[in-house]
């Protein structure tokens, strides 16, 4: 079964700096990667996704990159902003089956 | 569109009781619903997967005796924690996903559940 990696666990960054979360995957045939913030006490939301046909996908501050070969794929945040702090998740799946969760990355993005 | 709503928000049990949860997808037809339980600062474990009109499949640790699931109609499923326990205390939240839609789940507000 499919098994995704995340890193790092906790990230502090300064307002207007990026924030990179990095995570692996193990199932070479997973071909959708969501990636969501959830705040606490809150349900994730689906922040942007990326399709094994795409190598990288933007929106706004936004931006996931997918490496089919090593199986790795990142969310970029640019500029960040205090309403980013949140915790991420990234997911891999494979058409219709289940939905697999890095164990998530707490963003600070410290004033 | 795609609206999942749960009930209840929040519910505190004695130990013992049992409690259930509706997971319902109100403006689409969800033919796969998945619940997840969350405990502080971890992820998201999936426990269950249900299709509707067919039994629940079960993640492996999951005792579907106590858990049980039921996938009625194509707008409801439940949750029902039975002789819920301390241990039991946690933030459920479903997921529903409809026919044609591969991939997309869409999550609910989720439940927290506190058991005394």
């Known amino acids: 079964g499919e098994n995704v990696e995340q890193h790092p666990s906790t990230l502090s960054v300064q307002e207007g700096d990026s924030a990179v979360i990095k995570c692996t995957y193990s199932d070479s045939a997973s071909n959708y990667f969501p990636w969501y913030k959830q705040e606490l006490g809150k349900r994730p939301q689906l922040i942007i996704d990326i399709r094994s046909n795409v190598g990288e996908k933007k929106d706004q501050r936004i931006a996931v990159t997918l490496n089919k070969t090593a199986k790795h794929f990142s969310l970029h945040i640019t500029e960040t902003q205090p309403e980013d702090s949140a915790v991420y998740f990234c997911?891999?799946?494979?058409?219709?089956?289940?939905?697999?969760f890095g164990k998530g990355t707490r963003l600070h993005i410290l004033p | 569109g795609a609206v999942v709503s749960q009930h209840p928000s929040w519910v505190i049990c004695k130990s013992g009781t049992s409690v259930k949860i509706e997971c319902r997808s109100l403006?689409?037809?969800?033919?796969?619903m998945f619940w997840y339980r969350q405990f502080p600062k971890q992820s998201l474990m999936l426990m269950a997967t249900s299709n509707e009109g067919s039994k629940a499949t079960y993640e492996q640790g999951v005792e579907k005796d106590k858990f049980l699931i039921n996938h009625a109609s194509l707008t409801l499923s439940t949750l029902t924690v039975t002789s819920a326990h301390p241990e039991d205390s946690s933030f459920y939240i479903c997921?529903?996903?409809?026919?044609?839609?591969?991939?997309?789940?869409?999550f609910g507000p989720g439940t927290r559940l506190t058991v005394l």
């Open positions: 997911a891999a799946t494979l058409g219709y089956d289940k939905i697999i």
């Open positions: 997921s529903a996903r409809g026919s044609g839609r591969a991939n997309e789940q869409f």
């Open positions: 403006d689409f037809q969800a033919t796969t």
